[in-house]
């Protein structure tokens, strides 16, 4: 048997400083105003709670493009809060957002690295000679484009070389394959925190470090396009499992830190077992892509392509499944700060199907085996920004060149602008990044306190529909709202984790295209069976073949009443509905 430490049965909930909590009434979120909620985690079932970057930061990417990793953005607050908060929470561990892969141009270690060829910094990051064409035009050293739209290569005036840099053009990749800039980054990054009593860390774009010895040219498929397979020379780089091995020798083990890698680009399941086999100690879990990238384009992920509910299925099923008979352990998430909301990209947020959607999706998560981890305002069901937001509401560095850079290829058509709007409004990372709604009687969704005339307005537009959707309304609700079904389900899952946190995961109909049926077996013999409606008309499903089932939760309130009728293995899903069955 697989051994169970601590955080296989967390659960974790992802907070964005700036979109959080204000307590000061500037407009942004801070870390006092995590503070003032932590016993509104602690209620909900929360076990982990992981602070997306507060650390000081120019926030050309929303704190992701760090300057001081030893000090804290002024806005959020000050390093004695982060020691508040690790103090305040109130049994619940901490995590913190760990961005090594890239530091801010503004970081004291690129400005020396910039400042000549021969400083004894230059290596800490990528830099390379030009490529001239035959006509003599400078050309950067491969074709790479960013994630963030234009080449992932800066050309510096000043000492006529090209720095790498895989996201912003301010978020210079730092260079891996130098000891001395590992060690910095370890003692930096990582013990600052560690020391002050952290639990460990989301690690950001975790395999792309190791970036591969030859610089390549990626191949263009179609020069229009902006998705290009350059990452096969960046991410899951030769010497990739190598720095994570020292990682945890120097650092991480000796403070028993537990990390969560971000491993996109990676659809192989023997690649990610590569990286969360408990024996050959590199990350504890990651996460793996396949669930958000459902519905990115193919010329970008920004274009929205429909799928198929048996997709969605199978997606789950094959990150359900590629643990077993192995000492790997998995995750279980459909949101975070780079994503839609999952009401609106799985499930439907019309006004009618919205809390029944979260509620459906709360259920099915809470099933899964695997670290459970909730983002911000998910568990009230947020939902995406209104259609008709224009992009002017937007404040996310790559929907905002990616819509500039599509502008301008199309010459301003309006058919192609439509549709980056709808995808946008799918996919957009600002989707997630909407002040949370706390109250709907409270200017701003309560998002800013002192509320009133004095307060600032926030720093990105508040939904529309805070005053339908919000935390007071639904604590005011009760066990009824999509809050109270949330702390219902965590607190189902923690009483039943043997065979919902660890059981075996069997799919059945997994080609049907309306209803998600599946079972779970626990090593004991427990056995979950699980049924899902995925659309908004009644369906039919049949109940796994297990003996003995009988009815556990519902995600309509009155399911247990419905079930005291039911015989046999036959059931009608009411729209969106999602029932649990217990055996054993
Ligand atoms: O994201 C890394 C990543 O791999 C991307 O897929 C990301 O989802 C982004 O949308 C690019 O298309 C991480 C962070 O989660 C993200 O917020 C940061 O912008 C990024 O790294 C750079 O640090």
Same mark, same amino acid.
């Given at each position: 048997t697989?051994?169970?430490?601590w955080?296989?049965?967390?659960?974790?909930?992802?907070?964005?400083?700036?979109?959080?909590?204000?307590?000061?009434?500037?407009?942004?979120?801070?870390?006092?105003?995590?503070?003032?909620?932590?016993?509104?985690?602690?209620?909900?079932?929360?076990?982990?709670?992981?602070?997306?970057?507060m650390?000081?930061?120019? *926030?050309?990417?929303?704190?992701?493009?760090?300057?001081?990793y030893?000090?804290?953005?002024?806005p959020?607050?000050?390093?004695?809060?982060?020691?508040?908060?690790?103090?305040?929470?109130?049994?619940?561990?901490?995590?913190?957002?760990?961005?090594?892969n890239?530091?801010?141009?503004?970081?004291?270690?690129?400005?020396?690295?910039?400042?000549?060829?021969?400083?004894?910094?230059?290596?800490?990051?990528?830099?390379?000679?030009?490529?001239?064409?035959?006509?003599?035009?400078?050309?950067?050293?491969?074709?790479?484009?960013?994630?963030?739209?234009?080449?992932?290569?800066?050309?510096?005036?000043?000492?006529?070389?090209?720095?790498?840099?895989?996201f912003?053009?301010? *978020?210079?990749?730092?260079?891996?394959?130098?000891?001395?800039?590992?060690?910095?980054?370890?003692?930096?990054?990582?013990?600052?925190?560690?020391?002050?009593?952290?639990?460990?860390?989301?690690?950001?774009?975790?395999?792309?470090?190791?970036?591969g010895?030859?610089?390549?040219?990626?191949?263009?498929?179609?020069?229009?396009?902006?998705?290009?397979?350059?990452?096969?020379?960046?991410?899951?780089?030769?010497r990739?499992?190598?720095?994570?091995?020292?990682?945890?020798?120097?650092?991480?083990?000796?403070?028993?830190?537990?990390?969560?890698?971000?491993?996109?680009?990676?659809?192989?399941?023997?690649?990610?077992?590569?990286?969360v086999?408990?024996?050959?100690? *590199?990350?504890s879990?990651?996460?793996?892509?396949?669930?958000?990238?459902?519905?990115?384009?193919?010329?970008?992920?920004?274009?929205?392509?429909?799928?198929?509910?048996?997709?969605?299925?199978?997606?789950?099923?094959?990150?359900?499944?590629f643990?077993?008979?192995?000492?790997?352990w998995?995750?279980?998430?459909?949101?975070?700060?780079?994503q839609?909301r999952?009401?609106?990209?799985y499930?439907?947020?019309a006004?009618?199907?919205?809390?029944?959607?979260?509620?459906?999706?709360?259920?099915?998560?809470?099933?899964?085996?695997?670290?459970?981890?909730?983002?911000?305002?998910?568990?009230?069901?947020?939902?995406?920004?209104?259609?008709?937001?224009?992009?002017?509401?937007?404040r996310d560095?790559?929907?905002?060149?990616?819509?500039?850079?599509m502008?301008?290829?199309?010459?301003?058509?309006?058919?192609?602008?439509?549709y980056?709007?709808?995808?946008?409004?799918?996919? /957009?990372?600002?989707?997630?990044?909407?002040?949370?709604?706390?109250?709907?009687?409270?200017p701003?969704?309560?998002?800013?306190?002192?509320?009133?005339?004095?307060?600032?307005?926030p720093w990105?537009?508040?939904?529309?529909?805070?005053?339908?959707?919000?935390?007071?309304?639904?604590?005011?609700?009760g066990?009824?709202?999509?809050?109270?079904?949330?702390?219902?389900?965590i607190?189902?899952?923690?009483?039943?984790?043997?065979?919902?946190?660890?059981?075996?995961?069997?799919?059945?109909?997994?080609?049907?295209e309306?209803?998600?049926?599946? /079972?779970?077996?626990?090593?004991?013999?427990?056995?979950?069976?699980?049924?899902?409606?995925?659309t908004?008309?009644?369906?039919?499903?049949?109940?796994?073949?297990?003996?003995?089932?009988?009815?556990?939760?519902?995600?309509?309130?009155?399911?247990?009443?419905?079930?005291?009728?039911?015989?046999?293995r036959?059931?009608?899903?009411?729209?969106?509905?999602?029932r649990?069955?217990?055996?054993?």
């Amino acid at each position: 048997t697989t051994e169970r430490p601590w955080w296989k049965d967390a659960v974790c909930y992802q907070i964005y400083p700036a979109s959080f909590k204000d307590s000061n009434g500037d407009g942004l979120g801070d870390i006092p105003g995590i503070l003032s909620k932590i016993d509104y985690l602690k209620d909900l079932g929360i076990d982990v709670i992981w602070v997306s970057p507060m650390f000081d930061s120019p *926030q050309v990417d929303m704190g992701y493009d760090i300057s001081d990793y030893e000090k804290v953005y002024p806005p959020y607050g000050s390093v004695e809060d982060m020691e508040d908060l690790i103090d305040a929470s109130r049994g619940m561990k901490l995590i913190l957002d760990l961005v090594i892969n890239h530091t801010s141009d503004q970081h004291a270690w690129f400005k020396e690295s910039r400042s000549s060829k021969d400083n004894p910094k230059r290596d800490w990051y990528i830099w390379k000679p030009p490529r001239y064409a035959k006509d003599g035009t400078r050309l950067p050293p491969t074709n790479w484009r960013s994630y963030f739209s234009g080449p992932t290569w800066e050309y510096d005036e000043h000492t006529g070389e090209y720095y790498l840099h895989l996201f912003a053009k301010e *978020q210079p990749d730092l260079n891996w394959e130098n000891e001395e800039t590992r060690k910095a980054i370890y003692d930096s990054a990582m013990r600052f925190w560690l020391d002050k009593g952290v639990d460990g860390f989301r690690v950001d774009t975790v395999n792309m470090y190791s970036k591969g010895v030859e610089f390549k040219d990626a191949p263009v498929v179609d020069p229009r396009f902006y998705e290009q397979p350059a990452w096969l020379y960046y991410a899951n780089g030769p010497r990739m499992h190598e720095f994570l091995r020292e990682m945890n020798e120097q650092v991480l083990n000796h403070y028993d830190a537990v990390t969560v890698g971000e491993l996109p680009h990676t659809p192989d399941p023997e690649k990610v077992l590569q990286y969360v086999g408990a024996s050959d100690k *590199q990350l504890s879990m990651v996460f793996q892509f396949d669930i958000v990238d459902l519905g990115q384009g193919k010329e970008h992920k920004y274009h929205f392509e429909e799928w198929k509910l048996s997709q969605f299925k199978g997606i789950v099923a094959k990150w359900q499944q590629f643990i077993e008979g192995t000492d790997g352990w998995t995750t279980v998430f459909c949101e975070n700060h780079d994503q839609g909301r999952s009401v609106s990209r799985y499930c439907s947020d019309a006004p009618d199907a919205r809390a029944p959607s979260a509620k459906l999706l709360a259920l099915m998560l809470c099933a899964l085996t695997g670290t459970l981890f909730i983002y911000q305002g998910q568990e009230i069901g947020m939902i995406n920004v209104p259609p008709d937001w224009p992009i002017s509401s937007y404040r996310d560095i790559e929907s905002v060149n990616f819509y500039r850079a599509m502008a301008a290829q199309s010459h301003d058509d309006p058919a192609e602008l439509a549709y980056v709007m709808r995808s946008l409004q799918v996919l /957009g990372r600002d989707n997630a990044r909407l002040p949370m709604q706390w109250d709907g009687a409270a200017p701003h969704a309560g998002f800013t306190d002192p509320a009133g005339a004095a307060a600032a307005e926030p720093w990105m537009r508040v939904h529309d529909l805070y005053g339908e959707i919000n935390v007071a309304r639904q604590v005011a609700e009760g066990e009824g709202s999509v809050l109270g079904f949330w702390k219902r389900m965590i607190a189902f899952r923690k009483a039943h984790r043997d065979v919902l946190v660890h059981g075996a995961f069997e799919g059945f109909g997994m080609g049907e295209e309306t209803t998600f049926v599946f /079972g779970k077996r626990g090593e004991g013999g427990e056995r979950a069976a699980v049924v899902l409606n995925f659309t908004g008309e009644e369906q039919e499903v049949e109940l796994p073949p297990y003996e003995g089932l009988v009815f556990g939760v519902g995600s309509y309130e009155d399911a247990a009443e419905v079930e005291k009728g039911a015989a046999g293995r036959t059931r009608r899903l009411r729209p969106w509905e999602g029932r649990l069955y217990l055996a054993g």
